[in-house]
C-alpha cells in the first residue's frame, strides 16, 4: 500500500489503491489507519483521494541539487528506452526518491528543468526483456531464434553478458556458442527465447570485460582510420 501511494500520481483514491494491490475497498481504509498509527502522515480521506504527505517508513536522503537532477534525467530516460518492468521500476525509484528527500527537494523533482524525450525510440520487442535480464544476472545460457540484417534466420544458444541501450537499438552482448565468439544481438530481432539450465557462472563479468575491450579498439580503430582518410 505504501508503495502504492509512494508510485500513483496524488491524490490517489481508494478504488485505485484496491486495484493495484488486488484488495477491498474496506482493506483500502483499515490499512490507511493502519500506516497512519504507524506515522505515516496521509491526507486525505474516502471520496477525496490519499495524498502522502511524509513516510516514516523511510529516513531522508541527502542528495544535492545536481544529483537529484541527475537521477530525475536518468530515470525519466530509462521509462522511456527500458522494457515495460524497467520502466515500472523507474517510476517507483522516482516516487521512493520523491518520498525520502526533503519537501523542498520533492518540489525540485517535480519540476525538474531536466526532461528525456526521444523521437525515434528502440524497436519493440518480442521477447520477454526482463526474463533475458535475469538470465544475465544468473549467469545462464538461453537460446533464441534470431534474423540478422540481411533477412537470415538461425537459432542460436549464446551466454548472455549484458544488454547495451543504444540510439536506435537495444542489443544484447553474448558469446555465441555457434560461433564461438562474441556477438551483438538486436532484442527487436530475437524470439522464442528459453532459458536454459546450463550455468556459465563465474565467467560472465571475465567475459563482458574482454568484450567491451574489442569493441572500443575496433571503434577506436575505425575512427582513426576516418581520421587518416580525411
Known amino acids: ?21 488486488a484488495v477491498s475497498l474496506r482493506t483500502v481504509y ?41 537521477l530525475v534525467l536518468g530515470l525519466r530516460n530509462v521509462k522511456i528506452i527500458g522494457d515495460p518492468a524497467l520502466a515500472k ?13 526533503p519537501p523542498r527537494q520533492a518540489h525540485r523533482l517535480e519540476h525538474a528543468v531536466l526532461d528525456a524525450r526521444r523521437f525515434h525510440r528502440p524497436e519493440p520487442t518480442t521477447i520477454d526483456v526482463a526474463r533475458l535480464r535475469q538470465a544475465t544476472w544468473d549467469e545462464l545460457c538461453v537460446s533464441f531464434d534470431y534474423v540478422d540484417g540481411k533477412g537470415s534466420a538461425t537459432q542460436r544458444t549464446v551466454k548472455p553478458l549484458g544488454i547495451v541501450y543504444m540510439d536506435l537499438s537495444n542489443s544484447l552482448l553474448a558469446w555465441c556458442i ?10 527487436d530481432r530475437m524470439q522464442a527465447l528459453q532459458v536454459t539450465m546450463n550455468s556459465f557462472r563465474p565467467h560472465r563479468v571475465a567475459l563482458l570485460r574482454e568484450h567491451m575491450a574489442l569493441i572500443k579498439a575496433e571503434v577506436s580503430a575505425s575512427a582513426k582510420g576516418r581520421k587518416n582518410s580525411e
Open 1 to 21: 500500500m505504501m508503495q502504492s501511494l509512494r508510485r500513483m500520481p496524488a491524490p490517489v483514491t481508494a478504488q485505485q489503491l484496491a486495484d493495484d494491490v
Open 178 to 187: 555457434l560461433r564461438q565468439d562474441f556477438r551483438v544481438f538486436r532484442l
Open 30 to 70: 483499515r490499512d490507511i489507519d493502519a500506516l497512519r498509527g504507524l506515522g505515516a502522515v496521509i491526507d486525505g480521506e474516502a471520496g477525496f483521494g490519499f495524498t502522502l504527505i511524509e513516510d516514516a517508513a523511510l529516513p531522508p536522503l541527502g542528495f544535492d541539487n545536481d544529483e537529484l537532477e541527475a
Open 89 to 101: 521500476a523507474a517510476t517507483s525509484a522516482l516516487g521512493k526518491i520523491h518520498a525520502r528527500v
